[in-house]
C-alpha cells in the first residue's frame, strides 16, 4: 500500500505541479527585502554617496509621525550603513546634530555590537548614546524601540525594561516594532517563557486596530515556540498557535495581494504554515506575497552560521507546491475518464 501511495503521488505530482507553479511570481523575480517607492531613492543616492535623500527622508517621517514607515526606513538604512557607510559620516560631518543621522548611527553601532563576542560589554559602552537619543525624542517611539532592543542585549532586569516600554507605548501605544522588542524579551529564548510570550502578544493584538501589524503578533511568538526547545511551562498548545494562525490569515487577507507593506509579517505566516504542513494556507500565503520575499524569518539561523534567506524562501515555496500536487487527486482536473478511446482506449 505504502508502495502504491508513492506511486500515485508522483503521478499526481508530475500531473499538477505545472499548474501550480504557473500560479505563483517566478523565482527569478522574487525579490528580496525590496525597498519601497520611497526608500529606495534614498538607497541609491546613499550609493553614490549622496545623504541628501535619506535625510529628507527621515525628516518627513519624524515631521509627519509616521512612526512605523520611520522604524523601517532607519533600520534599511541602518543595514545599507553596514556594508557602504560612506554616506553616513559625510551625513554626520556635514550636520553632527542631526538626530535622524544620530539615530541611523546609533541603530548600526547596536547591530555591530549585537554581532560582537563580547555582546553584553558592547551594548553597555553604547547606553549613554542610546539614552541620550531617546531621552531627545518627545514623541518619536523610534529611539525607543532601540532602547528595548540595547536592554535585551545588555542584560536588562524586567524593572528597567518596563520603564522603557512605558516610555515608548506613551509615545506610539499600538507601535509594531516596540511590541516586537518587549515579545523578544519576553520570549523563552530571552528572560521569559512561552507562556508568558504568548500572554502579552495575544493582549496587544486584542488591543490593536484592526488593520495593525500588531494583531499579527501571536503568530510571531507561536514562530518563537516553534523554534525554541520547550522551557519549564511546557510546549505552546497547539491550540493557542493555531488561534495565532487564524489572526494573522485574517490580517493579511485585509491587504491586497503582492502588497510590500505586510510582506515580512506574510512571510511569517508562511513559515509558521509550513512547519504546521497547513498546505493550502501555505500556498494561498505564497500567492499573497507575491514577489516579496523577507529576510526574517527565513535568514534565521538553523545552525552555526546564518542560511541564504532567499532561497529558504523558494524552496519553502517549492515544497509546498510538491506537497500540493502529491495530494490533489487526478480526477476532475482534465478530461473525462474515458479518454481518447472511449471505455476501451488507451
Known sequence: ????????????????????????VPDADVLLDAPDERLSPALVAAALGDPEPAAKLLATTRDAAEWEDRDRYVTRLATFAYHRGGWLTGWLAAAPGDPDALLVTAQLAVRRAWESPARAERLRELAPLVREIAGEAPHDPVPWRLA??????????????ESLWEQAVRRSP??????????????AQWYGSHRAAFDFAEQAAD?????????ALPVRAAYDGLRVPPGPDGSVPADRVDRAVARALALSAAFPAGDPWPAEVRNL?????VERARWTEAWEEFGRIGPYATSFPWGAARGAAP??????FLAARDRVRGELARRTPLRGTGRGRAGRGGPGGH
Not at 502504491?4 to 507553479?21: K, Y
Open 1 to 24: 500500500m505504502s508502495l502504491l501511495r508513492a506511486l500515485l503521488g508522483t503521478v499526481r505530482s508530475a500531473r499538477h505541479a505545472p499548474r501550480l507553479t504557473a500560479a505563483l
Open 148 to 161: 528595548l532592543d540595547h536592554a535585551r542585549g545588555a542584560h536588562a532586569g524586567h524593572a528597567v525594561f
Open 207 to 215: 488591543d490593536a486596530a484592526p488593520d495593525s501589524l500588531v494583531g
Open 307 to 312: 542560511e541564504d534567506p532567499l532561497l529558504r
Open 174 to 187: 499600538h507601535h509594531y516594532g516596540c511590541h516586537v522588542a518587549a515579545l523578544k524579551y519576553l520570549s
Open 269 to 273: 505566516l508562511a513559515y509558521v504554515l
